[in-house]
């Protein structure tokens, strides 16, 4: 199978390293960077959002790719091979690896996360997402959003297309390290799967479960701190759906 990296990165930080790592796995990549480079395979593009990185970046997919993987910057990749056996044949259209955070209290939300992963796909994975290409180009270009990664998956979805959650294939990274810092976090995020929910038509147990989570958000503040702060982002974000937020920025909300 074809595969082709397109790579997001906000800046040149984590660059070097992941493009050491691509020549390690023999992928051809390329880089859409919100920073002017020199480097090889890098295009520039303003930061504007994830979504308009990828619009930008697909338009320089060779037409011979058959698999497009995308992939944060800020990752290491492992087992990617177990990832691109799931896409083998035409029955799964999209997988999303696990994302295993270093330290912080991410660590913790990913392990309740991925749990309800396993039973319905409620989240994708920007971190790194494997794609059929033509399956790909039929959800292309993006609308504005935060979360561009759960709209590609939910987009797939309401064309009758398969996900898979890969967990022996994953990614590890930084996220936040205080659990105040998780409050900015899970407002983005949230906020912005409502917004990919409001323009896609995802399963009903995919929609009738973020109805439910503003109710349901209160149950993690059993969690201590770090749940206070998981809750108010979450009702911070969906209140920012409901007051009509659109903005689909590519900000970094929180310092590792």
């Not at 984590?14 to 480097?39: F, H, M, S, W």
């Not at 994975?125 to 270009?141: C, D, H, R, T």
């Amino acid at each position: 199978m074809r595969v082709f990296f397109v790579v997001l990165a906000r800046d040149t930080e984590n660059l070097q390293a992941k493009i050491k790592e691509l020549d390690r796995l023999g992928y051809p990549y390329l880089v859409v960077c919100g920073e002017k480079t020199n480097l090889p395979n890098v295009a520039y593009r303003e930061p504007k959002g994830k979504y308009d990185a990828i619009n930008y970046g697909m338009k320089l997919v060779p037409a011979e790719t058959e698999i497009v993987a995308f992939n944060d910057v800020d990752t290491v990749i492992h087992n990617f091979d177990v990832a691109l056996k799931m896409l083998h044949g035409s029955v799964v259209s999209l997988v999303y690896a696990k994302v295993q955070v270093e330290k912080g209290p991410q660590q913790s939300f990913y392990s309740f996360l991925d749990k309800l992963r396993d039973r319905m796909p409620l989240a994708a994975s920007g971190e790194l997402m494997l794609v059929w290409y033509n399956m790909l180009k039929q959800v292309l270009p993006l609308k504005g959003c935060k979360a561009e990664d759960s709209y590609i998956l939910f987009s797939l979805l309401e064309k009758g297309a398969k996900a898979v959650f890969c967990k022996d294939c994953y990614v590890t990274t930084k996220r936040t390290s205080r659990a105040d810092e998780e409050e900015q976090y899970k407002r983005r995020t949230v906020g912005g799967i409502y917004q990919a929910l409001s323009m896609t038509k995802p399963p009903k147990t995919v929609k009738f479960f973020y109805i439910l989570l503003p109710l349901l958000s209160p149950l993690l503040l059993l969690s201590g701190k770090k749940g206070y702060y998981w809750t108010k982002g979450i009702l911070l974000g969906y209140i920012d759906y409901i007051r009509g937020d659109k903005t689909a920025s590519w900000k970094r909300t929180y310092n590792n």
